[in-house]
């Protein structure tokens, strides 16, 4: 039982991880995205529209070639959520529009046009299908090693996934990386803390945020794309994908910014999203407990949050300039 | 490197200056003209998706919007809703206090009242009831604001985040309770509280309020004069605004910052709790998890449209809560999803904020002359 917990943990934790990632590298530089639960349903029905179209082209379902299955969904997911990382930033980085409010309007747009699509797709393109279920491309994303199954409880655990559950950990660690020992991870991490200064130095204050944005989006974007291709098996149902695009930005709190401790992070926060399902085997509980329990990630983050205002040590403050547009007149 | 630099800006042929002397009348231009901009960027998505003629669909949505007195009352009740949440988060940010737990304290501030009504509907008088469903409410609402705001003034923790994650332990609360409070075992829904004895419904007789909307919108109209006048022509008020200009000014000024951080999230979130008991016990009379149904985010928005100016907000909160009917009529009319209309607010709000940026900047030819010169 705890084998199985622990791989549901991490199915849950992966799109979390995706999100928390994609918004740490965008924090970076200042931009406090909260448009993020909007980007992470963009990046699911994007992949959605794409599978759908690629699906219904084809003459045969059993034809469906492994390449094209993969390759079509993962592109249209991070065009769809590279948009909107573009709008996000031209609005915020060019027109210098507040922060909050943008994120906040993206999210409604987001979650808005993930809905409408998931619910409006068939009628639009006019298929005689009754619902959107992609089984055909979701089975190339949910493939996993075939020798897992012969390893007991060790394949359970590390090799029962979805490729885009490995790549989510790559990416962490990738990032991770980037943040701390590239040059232009210094940079970034420079515009986010000081803009001004690192203006001053020479960085082009506007192409990090632009493309810290861009790229933070399309990471975040991934984790709709794994939640529906994978986690539920390319069914879409609206607002399925529910509150985790803010669960993701409790994570990135959580986590310090460190898109490494994200990992261990989000599977944490994965199992305490259905933790109340095995603990009800244990001992048994009504529905209303429950509901308590699934409190817990925020009730954690604000723990920390505030565990880390008040020890005040440096690395583990949000950059300082984050939710500020900059404005070179300004100094 | 700082030759390369300085000809990289100089050679633009654009550059960005900000501006102060812009007419009021202009600025308004600019935002009409932003949102008849968004409107027909609407009318063509909807058209490409619809098929038909845009005048039909236009008029399709002023008859959801405003096609009979019933929606009439509707669309009046929203914006007071709305609106009233909006004047609650004002203060905070005139402060630069960013709340973006509103949605939290309203629905704590409902449960406040949900509670009330419950647990003590059958044993006490009714006014007494409804006294209590008040007081409850605003206090509970006013708890929930003034927990990040003791950790903001006394540890400078960020508010943003943590109003944030107070949104969704209150929702969680809620869930929890509906689970608890349920009518029939299991099924986490309260049904109609009291509807024997109106203990606690927060009412004016059906002969003077038809649709029961009216009490609601005539104390969000009275708390909308009020904040004007709390903002502008009060003590309290500049100190607001002070601290949201510059902290260093206000603590040399001789403002007590942290005095100022907590006792305007105090107000907000009792205006939230406010916001919570129009809801519960002015219209619903139960709560759900989704009674805020996400106006603790639109209402930042309406606030900062509105440039924190209360009566302004009437304005843009009645051009959201309008849009969203009109949208939502369309979708049924033309079998969409309802989704359809959070699509349609979300262009408008893009084109509005973009439009700020023409207001507060203009864009200025670098003059061939001084590039050459510099």
Request: hydrophobic content about 50%.
């Amino acid at each position: 039982m705890i084998v199985s917990f622990i791989h549901r943990a991490v199915m849950q934790g992966i799109p979390l991880l995706y999100g928390a990632t994609g918004e740490i590298i965008t924090e970076k530089s200042g931009n406090l995205n909260l448009g993020i639960p909007g980007v992470m349903y963009v990046g699911g029905i994007s992949g959605v529209i794409g599978a759908f179209m690629y699906e219904n082209s084809l003459p045969d379902k059993s034809a469906a070639n492994p390449f094209w299955a993969i390759a079509i969904p993962l592109l249209c997911c991070l065009l769809g959520s590279f948009l909107i990382g573009l709008l996000y930033s031209f609005l915020t980085t060019t027109l210098r529009a507040n922060q909050n409010v943008t994120g906040l309007a993206i999210t409604t747009f987001g979650v808005g046009l993930g809905n409408f699509f998931g619910g409006s797709l068939i009628k639009i393109v006019g298929a005689d299908v009754p619902s959107i279920t992609l089984s055909t491309t979701s089975k190339f994303f949910s493939a996993s090693l075939p020798f897992a199954q012969n390893l007991g409880w060790f394949g359970e655990i590390f090799l029962s996934y979805g490729f885009l559950a490995y790549l989510a950990v790559i990416v962490a660690i990738l990032a991770s990386l980037f943040l701390k020992r590239s040059r232009v991870g210094l940079n970034l991490r420079a515009v986010g803390e000081n803009p001004a200064t690192a203006d001053a130095a020479g960085i082009n204050v506007s192409r990090y945020k632009y493309l810290s944005t861009c790229v933070g989006s399309m990471i975040a974007g991934l984790g709709g794309l794994y939640y529906v291709m994978d986690y539920v098996s390319g069914v879409w149902s609206n607002d399925g994908f529910g509150d985790r695009g803010w669960l993701a930005i409790a994570l990135v709190i959580f986590t310090v910014w460190k898109p490494n401790f994200a990992i261990i992070g989000s599977i944490l926060f994965g199992g305490l999203y259905i933790v109340h399902n095995y603990l009800n085997q244990l001992i048994p509980m009504n529905m209303s407990s429950q509901e308590l329990i699934k409190m817990a990630p925020y009730v954690v983050t604000v723990l920390v949050l505030i565990f880390n205002s008040m020890r005040n040590k440096r690395e583990s403050q949000p950059p300082e300039a984050l939710g500020l547009s900059y404005f070179r007149e300004d100094r | 490197m700082t030759s390369a630099k300085e000809r990289s800006t100089h050679e633009k042929p654009f550059h960005i200056v900000k501006r102060t002397d812009l007419p009021v009348w202009k600025s308004w231009l600019i935002r009409i003209a932003a949102v008849v901009a968004s409107l027909i960027i609407c009318a063509v998505i909807i058209i490409l998706l619809t098929d038909d003629n845009p005048i039909q669909l236009y008029a399709t949505m002023i008859q959801g919007a405003v096609g009979s007195p019933r929606r009439v009352w509707a669309l009046l009740q929203g914006v007071a809703i709305l609106l009233c949440i909006s004047l609650a988060v004002t203060p905070a940010f005139k402060m630069r206090f960013w709340n973006i737990g509103a949605e939290g304290q309203v629905l704590i501030g409902g449960l406040g009242a949900t509670a009330v009504m419950l647990l003590l509907g059958h044993s006490l008088p009714a006014p007494v009831v409804l006294l209590l469903v008040i007081v409850v409410s605003i206090l509970c609402g006013a708890i929930w604001g003034v927990i990040p705001a003791i950790f903001k003034a006394f540890w400078n923790t960020n508010e943003t985040l943590f109003t944030l994650m107070m949104n969704y332990i209150a929702i969680q609360l809620v869930s929890y309770f509906t689970y608890i409070w349920s009518s029939n075992k299991g099924n986490n829904v309260i049904n109609t509280i009291n509807v024997d004895n109106h203990a606690g419904w927060l009412e004016l007789p059906p002969s003077i309020d038809r649709y029961g909307y009216l009490l609601n919108i005539l104390i969000v109209a009275v708390l909308t004069v009020l904040m004007y006048f709390y903002l502008n022509n009060s003590k309290q008020g500049y100190e607001i605004a002070v601290v949201g200009e510059s902290i260093n000014t206000a603590k040399y000024a001789g403002i007590n910052v942290k005095k100022v951080i907590i006792r305007t999230m105090l107000i907000s979130g009792a205006l939230c709790g406010v916001a919570g008991m129009l809801l519960v016990s002015g219209t619903d009379h139960t709560i759900t998890p989704n009674t805020a149904a996400g106006r603790g985010f639109t209402a930042i928005v309406v606030s900062w449209l509105a440039k924190f100016n209360p009566l302004f907000m009437v304005l843009t909160s009645l051009l959201l809560v309008f849009m969203e009917k009109g949208a939502l009529e369309i979708s049924t009319v033309f079998g969409l999803n309802s989704s359809f209309s959070d699509i349609i607010t979300g262009i408008i709000i893009f084109f509005i904020i973009g439009s700020e940026f023409f207001i507060n900047y203009s864009i200025k030819r670098t003059h061939a002359k001084e590039a050459q010169t510099k």
